[in-house]
T-cell receptor
Framework: GQQVMQIPQYQHVQEGEDFTTYCNSS?????IQWYKQRPGGHPVFLIQ?????EVKKQKRLTFQFGEAKKNSSLHITATQTTDVGTYFC???????????FGPGTRLSVLP | GAVVSQHPSWVICKSGTSVKIECRSL??????MFWYRQFPKQSLMLMAT?????????EQGVEKDKFLINHASLTLSTLTVTSAHPEDSSFYIC?????????????FGPGTRLTVL
C-alpha cells in the first residue's frame, strides 16, 4: 500500500529562522495536499499541488512538488510564533478517494 | 471557507455503551465525507470513506460492525462507536470534501474526543 514519509519529525527553530519539511512517497502521486494543525485544533487545508515541478507560494510559505511527483516540500521563510503547529502532507490514490496522511512535522518556534 | 461541524465535541462513556458522533457540512453539499481517528501526537488515520446514499468503504483493519457509518444526506454523516471499550478512546475527526474541477479539498470538523471508562 501507499506509504507516506515526512521528515523531520520535529523541528525547533528560533523566530525568524527558516523551516522546511519534506514529504516522500513510495508511489507516483496524482497530487499532494498540505495541512496545518495547530495544537489542540483540527487540520486546516493549505494547498494542493498537481503538476510535476509545481511551485506555489502563500506569503511566507513555499510549496514544491517534485519533478517525478514522488516528493514535495513546504518551506517557511522567517518563521513566526503563529507558525507553530504540525504540518501534514496528504496524498490520495489515483481514484481520488482515499487520503493517506504523513506522520507530520511538529514545528516549535522559540520567540 | 466551508464550515464543518461535529457534535459532540467531547464525550465520556462507560465501557459497553454506544456513542454516536455527527458530522455536518454547514454551507456546502459534500460529495464525500471521511472519518479519521487521531491518537495523541500522531497523524490522522483514515477509518472510512462515505458517499451519500451508499455504504461506507472501510480501511483495512477497521471493523465496520464496530464503527457504523451512516451518510444520510449530502450534509450529514454519523459515526457510531458500538460497544465502546477503553481502547476506542481517541480523537475522532470527520472531514467533508467536494469536487471543484479537479481539486478535492477537505474541510475538517473540530473533532470529537471520546473517552471510554
Amino acid at each position: 500500500g501507499q506509504q507516506v514519509m515526512q521528515i523531520p519529525q520535529y523541528q525547533h527553530v528560533q523566530e525568524g529562522e527558516d523551516f522546511t519539511t519534506y514529504c516522500n512517497s513510495s508511489t507516483t502521486l496524482s497530487n499532494i495536499q498540505w495541512y496545518k494543525q495547530r495544537p489542540g485544533g483540527h487540520p486546516v487545508f493549505l494547498i494542493q499541488l498537481v503538476k510535476s515541478g509545481e511551485v506555489k507560494k502563500q506569503k511566507r510559505l513555499t510549496f514544491q512538488f517534485g519533478e517525478a511527483k514522488k516528493n514535495s516540500s513546504l518551506h517557511i521563510t522567517a518563521t513566526q510564533t503563529t507558525d507553530v503547529g504540525t504540518y501534514f502532507c496528504a496524498q490520495n490514490d489515483n481514484y481520488g478517494q482515499n487520503f493517506v496522511f504523513g506522520p507530520g512535522t511538529r514545528l516549535s518556534v522559540l520567540p | 471557507g466551508a464550515v464543518v461541524s461535529q457534535h459532540p465535541s467531547w464525550v465520556i462513556c462507560k465501557s459497553g455503551t454506544s456513542v454516536k458522533i455527527e458530522c455536518r457540512s454547514l454551507d456546502f453539499q459534500a460529495t464525500t465525507m471521511f472519518w479519521y481517528r487521531q491518537f495523541p501526537k500522531q497523524s490522522l488515520m483514515l477509518m472510512a470513506t462515505s458517499n451519500e446514499g451508499s455504504k461506507a468503504t472501510y480501511e483495512q483493519g477497521v471493523e465496520k460492525d464496530k464503527f457504523l457509518i451512516n451518510h444520510a444526506s449530502l450534509t450529514l454523516s454519523t459515526l457510531t462507536v458500538t460497544s465502546a471499550h477503553p481502547e476506542d478512546s481517541s480523537f475522532y475527526i470527520c472531514s467533508a470534501a467536494w469536487t471543484k474541477w479537479l481539486i478535492n479539498e477537505q474541510f475538517f470538523g473540530p473533532g470529537t474526543r471520546l473517552t471510554v471508562l
